[in-house]
């Protein structure tokens, strides 16, 4: 996984830039999250629907970040509905490795290598150059930015992107453990955004999910013993006294994101990393968009926090605009 960072690493992005928004998509193919994964057994029935949700973007001027896997840009839909919008600086594009349907196909599949960063770091170079190369070549735009599958990055990980002229990594969910199925571990690593290495090339910017309530500074001291015993972190959220909240709108309400926004602009955090994965724009294929009604929500959802990020001064920005401000090349 990407290492906990030494002190010292936090990221500076200037007195001008204050507090601002990223909206990642995990742009990927549809799939049975409760099935055992497989190569062919996937879905793009959804991708029309991105378009719709390109165009509520750019009418409320923020510029979302669709992370493109393997299934994804071999659509020749995905281009022809966010290129134009990728070219004209109104979306950007980055990668997302899924590598049980990315070749080269070698590893056995399972849920063990489903974690892009488990596999031999020759195979997880190739499934990833492959993948970055298609996107630039039918987006016309180098991507700046990664975020591996499932959040599984590896020890080699932070070394390919630098190589492959990757800028900036989002693969760490931090406050979230992934160790049940063999996933990396990130309930340590620090929620505002940090320099992977000493040469400061690669900087990471972990999705935001914080803790709130009355015992939110021993969150992470709390959480693992909590997720030990039956129903305790339910019945500790009903009295207010710990929950976790990521900046979602699967599975996480209005008030409950307003709650973690509040959280993070209090803590100083410089970047509020929010994501979701595309197939909930489209009905059935998650479980949070299981019928009309759901999906209206999930833009009211939207329509709600971009105005309640307008309300506390936080403004969106952009892949381009971080790395300016980092002083990246």
Known sequence: MIAIPPNGRQADFGSGFGQRSLLTVDTEEE??????????????????????????????????????????????????????????????????????????????????????????????????????????????????????????????????????????????????????????NYTKHPLSPYWIGGDRRLLELPLTSVYWGILRKQGRALAPMLARLPHARGLFSRLNLLEKIALTPEGVSVEEAMRGIDIAIDDGLPLLVMSFHSPSLAIGHTPYVRNEADREKFYEWFGHIYAYLAHRGIRPTTVRQIAQAAGLR
């Open 31 to 184: 799939f049975d999250w409760g099935a055992p994964f497989t190569r062919d057994q996937y879905g793009l029935s959804h991708v029309p629907d991105i378009a719709r949700f390109q165009q509520f973007c750019e009418k409320r001027g923020v510029v979302p970040v669709y992370l493109v896997d393997w299934p994804i840009v071999q659509s020749p839909a995905v281009v022809e509905i966010i290129g134009g919008s990728v070219k004209n600086g109104q979306a950007e594009v980055g990668v997302h490795l899924h590598p049980w349907v990315n070749p080269s196909f070698e590893e056995e599949v399972n849920s063990h290598n489903s974690y892009a960063g488990n596999l031999p770091p020759r195979l997880e170079r190739e499934k990833f150059l492959l993948l970055r190369d298609a996107i630039a070549e039918k987006f016309g735009s180098e991507p700046l930015i990664y975020r591996a599958g499932r959040y599984g990055a590896g020890a080699a990980t932070a070394n390919l992107l630098r190589e492959a002229g990757i800028l900036i990594d989002s693969s760490v969910r931090t406050n979230f453990d992934h160790r049940a199925d063999g996933g990396p």
